[in-house]
């Protein structure tokens, strides 16, 4: 297994994954081409962020997106993580450990001040995952207000 960052050619099976997340993660139903545009957008836009992509063989098996947010409190940059996604059968097998000690080692080299990821409040699994690499939670509550569809 080794990660790299994903290409535009990587789009179809990161949007795949983005759907089983958000059925598996938050029962929610997303539509393939929608977000098959957003994954080809931000990976022609490095100033959205990245997606890094774990790969056995030829085959990507796991996956994790980064964005960027400007933090005027800390004049860095803090990462978020998101889209995190592991193949079923890759599951419990150092695979999201590897993705996310890739971006470690790349946020440290970019002098980022924090990564930081949210997670659903029912995905108790995640957490655990989530705690042991020694991510804590954070005293924060996420609020949102849609303006379209």
């Given at each position: 297994?080794?990660?790299?960052n994903a290409s535009?050619?990587?789009?179809?099976?990161?949007?795949?994954?983005?759907?089983?997340?958000?059925?598996?993660?938050?029962?929610?139903?997303?539509?393939?081409?929608?977000?098959?545009?957003?994954?080809?957008?931000?990976?022609?836009?490095?100033?959205?962020?990245?997606?890094?992509?774990?790969?056995?063989?030829?085959?990507?098996?796991?996956?994790?997106?980064?964005?960027?947010?400007?933090?005027?409190?800390?004049?860095?940059?803090?990462?978020?993580?998101?889209?995190?996604y592991v193949k079923?059968?890759?599951?419990?097998?150092?695979?999201?450990?590897?993705?996310?000690?890739?971006?470690?080692l790349r946020a440290?080299?970019?002098?980022?001040?924090?990564?930081?990821?949210?997670?659903?409040?029912?995905?108790?699994?995640?957490?655990?995952?989530?705690?042991?690499?020694?991510?804590?939670?954070?005293?924060?509550?996420?609020?949102?207000?849609?303006?379209?569809?």
């Open positions: 297994m080794h990660v790299r535009l050619e990587d789009a179809a099976a990161i949007a795949r994954f983005n759907v089983s997340l958000a059925e598996e993660s938050e029962r929610e139903e997303l539509e393939y081409h929608t977000v098959l545009k957003g994954v080809r957008t931000l990976l022609s836009d490095e100033r959205k962020g990245f997606y890094l992509v774990a790969v056995d063989r030829d085959d990507i098996i796991g996956q994790l997106m980064v964005t960027f947010e400007w933090s005027d409190w800390r004049n860095r940059n803090t990462w978020w993580l998101q889209s995190v079923n059968e890759w599951r419990r097998r150092g695979v999201f450990k590897r993705l996310f000690e890739e971006a470690w440290a080299k970019e002098g980022v001040g924090m990564l930081r990821l949210y997670v659903h409040e029912s995905n108790r699994r995640a957490m655990k995952v989530y705690g042991r690499i020694g991510m804590e939670p954070a005293p924060y509550r996420v609020m949102q207000r849609p303006l379209a569809k």
